[in-house]
């Protein structure tokens, strides 16, 4: 008798667990990180990551920060012109991205910054990412190493 | 008749000149020679080492996530195209703004992460007040615009002007383009006319 409620409470946290794993996978989809790439660099080094970030669910949501043990400091950034031909980057906090709209993050514009590389990414490898956003839950993400796009 | 010879020969002075007006003379480094480091720490003298070859130059930071590697990766297509294109009369130079970070050591980290061909590209660095002085005379800016530091080490970015140049053998920048966004095939045009 024992054997069986035991049985029973196994294959009810079994289905369970199985349920709210689904759940978990719909509700990453509200928001997708697509294409992302982040370019090669040596250990020490800065470098960017570009991806293009798709808000399919009914509410605006934002990007808040970005999390992996590949760098020291990792902070949003975008890469704006300065008069003369000039080129600078400055922090800007979250990115907001409305209900059904796609924003791009790519070179010369919005990126996330890697501020000191604890490791050389060499082009081939790959870095585990984590977004966190303000509404949607947060999804982490493996992310390839490249060295350029073409 | 004569007449008409005479206008001929005016006509091919004014089209000549014209045409050579596409290069105007930026730059002469003729007098000037800026003692630099390569990433094997040797010293070269820039841009004489090169002299009676075409120089393409750009100038970088190796701390720099977004723009210089734009810079670099259209030189390096412009390098294979010259390949293809069988013209060896070039050299490729990318300049440091931020020589006391950029060690000679840190260049070859950056050369052998993103795996450029150094085969005529060179990458270089040296003394502050010299890079500064290359900087003045090429009308390039770099002015450190954000220094943090993280995990005890200094980083610093710079809002800079966004250059690659066009140097002929004779050692004058002849053109300049916007590092970044410079159009391939009219660099390539340019180096053929040159
Ligand atoms: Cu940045």
């Not at chain 1, 924003?103 to 010369?108: H, L, W």
């Not at chain 2, 006391?100 to 040296?126: A, E, S």
């Not at chain 2, 140097?167 to 970044?180: A, F, M, T, V």
């Amino acid at each position: 008798m024992k054997k069986i409620i035991l049985l029973i409470i196994t294959a009810i946290i079994f289905v369970g667990c199985n349920s709210i794993e689904k759940k978990e996978a719909k509700i990453s989809k509200e928001i997708e990180i697509k294409n992302p790439w982040i370019r090669s660099a040596a250990a020490g080094m800065n470098t960017a990551l570009f991806f293009d970030l798709k808000n399919n669910s009914e509410a605006d949501d934002s990007l808040v920060s970005v999390e992996s043990d590949a760098a020291e400091l990792i902070q949003i950034h975008e890469t704006i012109k300065a008069p003369n031909g000039m080129m600078q980057m400055k922090e800007i906090g979250k990115v907001s991205v409305r209900k059904g709209t796609e924003m791009k993050f790519k070179p010369m514009g919005k990126h996330i910054m890697f501020i000191l590389l604890h490791e050389d990414l060499p082009a081939g490898d790959s870095v585990e990412v984590k977004f966190n956003f303000s509404k949607a839950k947060s999804m982490s993400q493996k992310v390839v190493v490249k060295d350029f796009t073409k | 008749m004569a007449a008409t010879k005479k206008i001929s020969a005016v006509l091919l002075f004014v089209l000549v000149n014209a045409c050579g007006n596409n290069f105007p003379v930026i730059h002469d480094f003729k007098n000037e020679d800026f003692t630099l480091l390569n990433a094997d720490s040797a010293e070269m003298n820039f841009p004489s080492v090169f002299k009676g070859k075409i120089i393409v130059a750009g100038f970088i930071f190796t701390n720099c996530p977004d723009i210089c590697p734009l810079t670099t990766n259209n030189m390096r297509i412009i390098q294979e195209k010259l390949k293809e294109l069988k013209m060896g009369n070039v050299e490729f130079a990318a300049i440091s703004f931020d020589p006391k970070h950029d060690t000679p050591k840190v260049l070859r980290d950056y050369i052998r992460i993103r795996k450029f061909d150094t085969d005529n590209w060179t990458f270089f660095t040296g003394n502050q007040q010299v890079i500064d002085s290359l900087l003045k005379v090429s009308e390039v800016f770099a002015i450190p615009s954000d220094t943090s530091f993280v995990a005890g080490e200094e980083k610093v970015t710079f809002i800079h002007t966004d250059r690659i140049m066009l140097i002929d053998g004779d050692l004058r920048i002849r053109k300049n383009y916007p590092g970044s966004t410079i159009n391939i095939d009219e660099i390539i045009d340019d180096i053929q006319k040159l």
